[in-house]
């Protein structure tokens, strides 16, 4: 099915008779390929902009368009989703970012997904066509379906619209690289930049000790306050311009994933993250924290049954994100899901999307 | 189940001190802020512990009597309205922060905690709550959770949504459920985001976790007095079309000055059409650099008289009015509605000329205060009740602002929530289809009906004044 | 907000009763000023709580009988009309509704009656006063034999009782002579505390202050007027009225609470014959503070020490006349003082006029939690500008095996200049 209007979409939910696989671009593998007995309801047809009107700091568009259009149409008004969704590069949607709820590195400064969703129109399991939100960046108006709509990986819907609101981009970025001489001093090293007034656009670990603090801003400030964060931990090497970009689209790409290796999104604290690394290092698999120690990435080459009995074990949940076909959440089970199960009984009654 | 039971059985639970019965203990709870709606409640109750609620709320299960959770009744929406046939859970005592974890970013706070209460005890690790609404001296997390509150930094920071991580709940069917947790980041759909702003009607937060964020190391705030409603609002479109984004941007009128001057001596110039202040906020180099800017663009407007706050005590002294300027109403009008509509930025000077030709048309004044950053506005109906017809032509006039910020594409409601006050409205937004789906959900999760009902949807009835 | 009281039934006070209702826009910002809402946490003890009873009361839908108990509890600190954003005079409400209810005949419980009519014929007159506290002190060590409320009574009486002071009726001032006034010498502060005025007599007289002080004075009627007899508290203001002629610059009171009290004299003579003299009367009176901060202090300071101290802000100083700055300006001005600020700066102590009477268990807690906050300052001493908050707050310190001097801002700067 390739629809092509949200008219479409309504039709084929109604017409289908086996549990709906959402697909955008098919980024998210471990997500998009589907398993016997699904239909794969594909969006890619189901794009464009429908309205962007810079000054108000917002814009609407289909689902099925790509983040990689998105990026261009605001970074031409000097604009764009800070939180940076990753896999723009491989043909990511704005509808799969917003149902796989993936934020990028620059989730820590202004927020993710979440804080930047403003409204969705969705064809629910009954078939209806909804709306829910609003185009304005403030609104309480009715239930939040939107933000229910993050991570909910199409399970409760599908949204065919999605209203977004925009940053203006900052001018420069400067990263300062720290090898700290274990975890722990990486660790501490991120605890004291946690209260300090500095304000830092994002801070990742690259294991076993490489701290990666960026700031976004502009001319002089921007320099003093690289001085002030080089005083504050210590002499790091400072990236500025191309190299520095490249080191963050990188990071966003997961370029340091190896071949085979799929993906998995953990949310964690870091406070848990000494005990993943020690459960994890010198089994097949690499780490990035992002987030500054809220998010974890991890590349893993072995059996998914391993890795859902690790994070079971810490007692984290997971979101397989890259790799095969197989149960999207992995490790212990996320909070309320029951209550999620019970939304789903009134928004997808007869199941026509996959199981919560 | 006979109303003696019920109270009994809440005797079981309560002692007779914090278990109000008559008349004097319940009159005091019988409204929130939107006085225009009143009804006493059965009776009134207050916990002081977690247990205490959610053993309330399964008695009310069982027994199919309707609750409403009160924090501290500062609903401009009615939110908080009891219903006469149950009880009023107030939560004011349910007020124990429970940890600030500095390293993490977080509090965790039980329903009652006030606001502020979370930011003082940041305080000292350097941290602060965001969320600023104007109750927020007194005004509750709990009842900041239900109704998704704001507040002035919402442009910048979002609504309490945005800073909620992770809520224990008391389902109306008595069921416990942990939603989120203690990350920034989750698995799963985002039922957090899902509860906040559910207008209690998805039951009760007994205990929320908060992120908190550094305190700004510096403010930069600016008052600017403009000779016309337009020139304020021309200057927020090229302060936010330069790439600031200032923490808060706030307009207020003529007539919202004058009240504010007549209750306290904020310093406003009393002659202006209306008055700006924007307000910088960050590290202080980055502070300074951008306040450059600012300075540019404010002394090329139209502003006659601009006046930049150089330390804290001035900053207070720009934001005093601004704060108290609900208040300050009292002042100038014998009663007022307060509207709460948000419009495109780039509509906000058509539709305050809009609002101007409906306030000439109806004869009564609209005050106008508002948060022009996010273009939420809050055009304040006034009227004297004492005159016969004056309130229904009070509300006639704030249903028309209202219908009029949805149709310039906006939406009823920033951040005050449905409520009772706007549930009509909601047709103005929604489809039937939409609220269909809104009220099946709800009766899922509710399915006796007892939480906060009446509340939100249209076609219920209406305790009256 | 929107009432139906029949304003013409109550008079004058009427018009004062039914504007606070009006303008009170249950907006709740006084919930976190109010010390029973801290205390109780139940919206019938918060000012705004209490708006909707009285309004509620005075319509007619709720009888006196039910409202009282919780309109008694309300201290009068007016911290709630000190942070209204609506201009809601709170405390015309108040006064107005106690001398309602108190004409009306409804005088609450008898014992209760009868103890509060006690106190006020008691403590609004120096002589039977001083016979009250000197029998006080001497039944003191049989506290734990006696009711509470008697025994929290005697808790703030001073350790030993002070021996009256006379004074001359003119002091003449040192130097060049720069005003003329005349000291109100109270009533409840000249029996426990004479030092007080002592300190304010030498303190204006070496700024070049003549200062007068007429023998005869009596209670200015606050305390009256605040349980709600407004007939007493008329009679007693009409003698000072009548007394106190003699043309001066100003008319000084060293107790926040006759401070506060006067300036209700409009509201309590209301349409009565002489209330204009009330009213010229009421506009000579000056706080001490506020006089002697207008004025400028000139007298040369003696060799003062270090001290850090921490200043008390009397509810009836702050909130009923906004007066706030000018005690700390002047302590600011003595070499060597540094002044610490208070956590809670604003919460009422307890002693509200006749509070520890009437509602000793508040009135205990709110003294308590004072005192606490207090040696949490790490301060030195306690400075004030009224007998009553002294008194309650020393008394507290005293229970928590502290002793640091409790003293009135006239009696620091005495010292200081004596030094």
Redesign the interface.
């Known amino acids: 099915m390739l629809p092509t209007s949200q008219y479409e979409v309504q039709e084929a939910v109604l017409q289908s008779s086996v549990p709906l696989r959402v697909r955008g671009g098919g980024s998210k593998s471990a997500l998009s390929t589907s398993s016997s007995g699904e239909a794969v309801l594909e969006l890619s047809s189901l794009n464009g902009v429908l309205e962007y009107?810079?000054?108000?700091?917002?814009f609407t568009a289909r689902a099925g368009t790509q983040l990689s259009e998105i990026e261009d149409m605001l970074a031409q008004n000097?604009q764009w989703l800070p939180f940076d969704p990753p896999l723009g590069g491989r043909g990511a949607t704005l509808g799969g970012a917003l149902a796989a709820?993936l934020?990028g590195p620059g989730?820590?400064r202004?927020?993710?997904t979440?804080?930047f969703v403003l409204g969705v129109q969705w064809v629910?399991g009954?078939g209806?066509?909804?709306?829910?939100g609003?185009?304005?960046?403030?609104?309480?108006?009715?239930?939040?379906?939107?933000?229910?709509?993050?991570?909910?990986?199409g399970?409760?819907g599908v949204v065919t619209e999605v209203t977004f609101k925009v940053?203006?981009?900052a001018?420069q970025f400067s990263t300062m690289v720290l090898e700290c001489d274990s975890l722990n001093d990486a660790l501490e090293a991120m605890?004291r930049l946690?209260?300090?007034?500095?304000?830092i656009f994002s801070i990742d670990i690259e294991p076993p000790a490489t701290l990666l603090v960026r700031l976004a801003?502009?001319?002089?400030?921007?320099s003093?306050?690289m001085r002030?964060l080089g005083e504050l931990l210590g002499d790091g090497e400072i990236l500025l311009g191309e190299q520095e970009e490249d080191l963050w689209v990188q990071l966003r790409d997961f370029s340091w994933l190896s071949p085979g290796e799929c993906l998995i999104?953990?949310?964690?604290?870091?406070?848990v993250i000494p005990t993943l690394e020690a459960r994890l290092v010198g089994e097949k698999s690499q780490r990035r924290y992002s987030?500054?120690g809220?998010?974890a990435w991890i590349g893993w080459h072995g059996d998914v049954n391993e890795i859902d009995i690790i994070l079971s074990e810490s007692n984290l949940?997971?979101?397989r994100v890259l790799g095969s076909a197989g149960a999207a959440?992995v490790g212990a089970p996320?909070?309320?899901?029951?209550?999620?199960r019970?939304?789903k009984?009134?928004?997808d009654r007869e199941g026509k999307f996959l199981p919560? | 189940m006979a109303a003696r039971r019920f109270l009994s059985d809440l005797a079981a639970i309560f002692p007779s001190d914090r278990l109000l019965t008559e008349r004097a203990q319940l009159i005091p709870y019988e409204s929130d802020a939107l006085t225009a709606f009143r009804a006493l409640p059965r009776a009134v109750v207050l916990p002081e512990s977690q247990d205490e609620v959610i053993e309330t709320v399964q008695l009310c299960y069982r027994a199919s009597i309707p609750f409403v959770a009160r924090g501290s009744g500062t609903s401009l929406s009615g939110g908080a309205l009891p219903d006469e046939d149950g009880v009023v859970i107030a939560l004011n005592r349910l007020n124990r922060i429970i940890r600030v974890d500095?390293?993490?970013?977080l509090a965790v706070v039980e329903a009652g905690v006030s606001n502020l209460a979370v930011s003082k005890a940041a305080a000292p690790?350097?941290?602060y709550y965001v969320p600023d609404p104007s109750s927020q001296s007194i005004c509750t997390i709990g009842g900041n959770v239900a109704?998704?509150s704001?507040g002035a930094h919402?442009?910048?920071?979002?609504?309490t949504?945005?800073h909620v991580l992770?809520i224990k709940v008391v389902?109306p069917d008595g069921d416990i459920?942990?939603?989120?947790?203690?990350?920034?980041?989750?698995?799963?759909?985002?039922?957090?985001?899902?509860f906040?702003?559910?207008e209690g009607l998805f039951g009760i937060a007994l205990e929320i976790t908060l992120r908190l964020l550094?305190?700004?190391?510096s403010y930069r705030t600016v008052l600017a007095a403009y000779s016309s409603m337009k020139d304020a609002g021309d200057t927020v479109?090229t302060v936010?079309?330069s790439?600031?984004?200032p923490g808060a941007i706030e307009i207020m009128d003529n007539l919202t000055i004058q009240a504010v001057e007549q209750s306290f001596d904020a310093g406003y110039p009393t002659d202006a059409a209306a008055l700006l202040i924007v307000e910088l906020e960050?590290?202080a180099?980055?502070v300074?650099?951008e306040f450059v800017e600012l300075e540019k663009i404010i002394n090329n407007s139209a502003a006659y008289s601009v006046r930049s706050a150089r330390d804290d005590i001035e900053r207070s002294q720009i934001w005093k009015g601004r704060k108290g300027a609900f208040g300050a109403l009292g002042a100038i009008t014998q009663a007022y509605i307060v509207q709460?509509g948000?419009?495109?930025?780039?509509q906000l000077g058509a539709v305050l000329s809009e609002i101007d030709e409906l306030s000439v048309q109806y004869g009564l004044r609209v005050a106008n205060v508002f948060?022009a950053g996010?273009?939420?506005l809050h055009p304040n109906v006034l009227y004297d009740g004492s005159q016969e017809g004056m309130l229904e032509r009070a509300e006639q006039l704030a249903g028309e602002i209202t219908k009029l910020c949805v149709r310039h594409?906006?939406?009823?409601?920033?951040?005050?929530?449905?409520g009772m006050e706007?549930r009509d409205y909601?047709r103005e937004?929604?489809?039937e289809?939409?609220l269909?789906?809104?009220q099946?959900?709800s009766r899922?999760?509710d399915p006796r009906g007892i939480a906060n009902v009446g509340k939100?949807f249209p076609g219920q009835g209406v305790p009256g004044v | 907000m929107r009432h139906n009281i029949p304003v013409e039934h109550f008079g004058v006070q009427g018009v004062a009763m039914a504007t606070t209702v009006e303008n009170c826009v249950h907006c709740g910002l006084c919930l976190p000023a109010c010390p029973t809402y801290q205390l109780l946490g139940q919206e019938m003890d918060s000012p705004r709580g209490r708006i909707m009873l009285m309004k509620t009361a005075l319509e007619g839908s709720l009888s006196v009988e039910e409202v009282r108990p919780f309109v008694d509890k309300c201290l009068g600190c007016l911290s709630c009309d000190a942070i209204c954003p609506s201009d809601t005079h709170y405390g015309e409400l108040l006064l107005s509704f106690r001398a309602y209810t108190e004409e009306k005949g409804v005088r609450g419980k008898l014992p209760e009656f009868l103890l509060r009519s006690l106190a006020v014929e008691t403590m609004s007159h120096p002589a039977r006063f001083r016979i009250a506290a000197l029998l006080g002190t001497l039944v003191r060590p049989l506290r734990a034999l006696l009711p509470d409320r008697l025994g929290y009574m005697l808790d703030l009486l001073p350790p030993m009782m002070p021996t009256p002071t006379r004074f001359p009726e003119i002091i003449p001032a040192e130097g060049e002579r720069r005003a003329r006034v005349i000291l109100l010498t109270g009533c409840v502060q000249s029996v426990l505390s004479p030092e007080i005025n002592r300190a304010a007599v030498n303190v204006l007289a070496r700024n070049g202050v003549e200062v007068l002080v007429p023998p005869g004075q009596g209670c200015c009627g606050a305390l009256a007027m605040h349980v709600g007899n407004a007939r007493k508290a008329r009679a007693l203001a009409r003698k000072n009225i009548r007394l106190l002629t003699a043309d001066v610059d100003a008319i000084i009171t060293t107790a926040a609470g006759c401070g506060s009290g006067i300036s209700d004299y409009k509201l309590l003579f209301g349409d009565a014959s002489d209330c204009h003299l009330a009213a010229e009367f009421a506009a000579k009176v000056r706080d001490v503070h506020v006089f002697l901060d207008d004025l400028g202090l000139r007298a040369q300071f003696g060799k003062t020490q270090s001290q850090l101290l921490t200043y008390h802000d009397a509810c009836h100083l702050a909130n009923a006349q906004g007066i706030k700055q000018a005690p700390r300006r002047l302590l600011k001005q003595i070499p060597g003082l540094e002044l610490v600020q208070l956590d809670e700066v604003e919460m009422c102590c307890g002693s509200a006029g006749l509070y520890n009477i009437e509602q000793p268990e508040l009135a205990d807690q709110l003294g308590s939690r004072k005192a606490a906050v207090v040696l949490k300052s790490g301060a030195a001493g306690l400075v004030s500008g009224n007998i009553g908050c002294i008194t309650q707050i020393g008394a507290h310190l005293r229970s928590l095996g502290n002793d640091m001097p409790v003293l009135h801002t006239m009696e620091v700067l005495d010292r200081a200049y004596n030094s």
């Open positions: 009107v810079p000054e108000e700091f917002t000097g709820g934020s989730r820590y202004f927020g993710g979440r804080d629910s009954t209806d066509l909804l709306r829910g609003g185009r304005v960046v403030k609104n309480a108006s009715g239930f939040d379906f939107p933000k229910m709509m993050v991570g909910s990986l399970r409760f940053f203006p981009v001018q605890t946690s209260s300090c007034p500095l304000d801003g502009e001319g002089r400030a921007l003093l306050r002030r999104k953990v949310p964690i604290t870091p406070a987030v500054g809220n998010l949940s997971g979101l959440w996320a909070s309320a899901m029951a209550f999620a019970r939304v009984d009134v928004l919560i | 500095a390293e993490h970013r690790y350097g941290l109704f998704n704001g919402c442009l910048k920071y979002g609504m949504s945005n992770g389902l459920v942990e939603m989120g947790g203690e990350s920034l980041e989750g698995v799963g759909p985002d039922l957090v985001g899902l906040v702003g559910s550094p305190v700004p190391e479109a936010v079309a790439g600031l984004l960050g590290e180099n980055q300074e650099q709460d948000v419009v495109p930025r780039t948060h996010d273009g939420n594409g906006g939406v009823i409601t920033g951040e005050h929530g449905v706007k909601m937004m929604f489809a289809v939409d269909e789906m809104m099946r959900l899922a999760i939100m």
